[in-house]
């Protein structure tokens, strides 16, 4: 069997997966064993599978890319299209007519909100008023632990795992 005769099988594993009724992983699991013990090749046969998962997950990020670019743009033009009935509702008001409408579909008026500007540095603040998040510096964990250190509640884990070219 050729490597691509085994993508091609990868590929229909795969879609399996994308199944709107979603897959059963048992079953799935058994598909896929038995189409790896149906290979002569098993690790060009891993190969074939990971690599199609690889392509399918590149796709996956590309279109969620996409439609997060579109989502932002939506949410744009519906803040604008807000602020445009925001502006109608403040003329209303300034001619003296009240800032609400009640229409069949919808109620319209105008709330005030209050937020909060910065203009200063978080660091300038009262410290009541500051959040402080701390994270461990894993790199600098992991050069020291290899030049020797010893660190309490850190160790290096090292695991072995396949690479293809």
């Known amino acids: 069997m050729t490597g691509h005769d085994l993508l091609k099988q990868a590929g229909a594993l795969v879609a399996l997966l994308e199944a709107p ?3 059963d992983a048992d079953a ?3 598909d896929l064993a038995a189409w790896i013990d149906g290979t002569d090749d098993k690790l060009t046969a891993y190969w074939a599978v990971v690599r199609r998962m690889d392509a399918e997950g590149d796709q996956l990020r590309a279109l969620e890319q996409t439609l997060a670019k579109r989502r932002r743009y939506l949410e744009a ?21 009240e800032p609400k409408v009640k229409a069949p579909l919808f109620s319209a008026w105008l709330a005030e909100t209050v937020s909060v500007s910065i203009s200063v540095d ?4 009262p410290i009541e ?9 894993k ?8 030049a ?13 795992g396949v690479r293809w070219r």
């Open 21 to 23: 009724e979603g897959a």
């Open 28 to 30: 799935l699991s058994a």
């Open 77 to 97: 033009q519906a803040e604008r299209v807000k602020g445009m009935a925001s502006e109608l509702l403040v003329a209303r008001e300034a001619l003296g007519e």
């Open 122 to 125: 978080p660091q300038a603040l």
């Open 129 to 137: 008023y500051q959040r402080v998040s701390i994270d461990a510096d």
């Open 139 to 146: 790199a600098a964990l992991k050069a020291a632990c290899q």
């Open 148 to 160: 020797g250190a010893r660190i309490d509640g850190v160790e290096l884990v090292s695991k072995r």
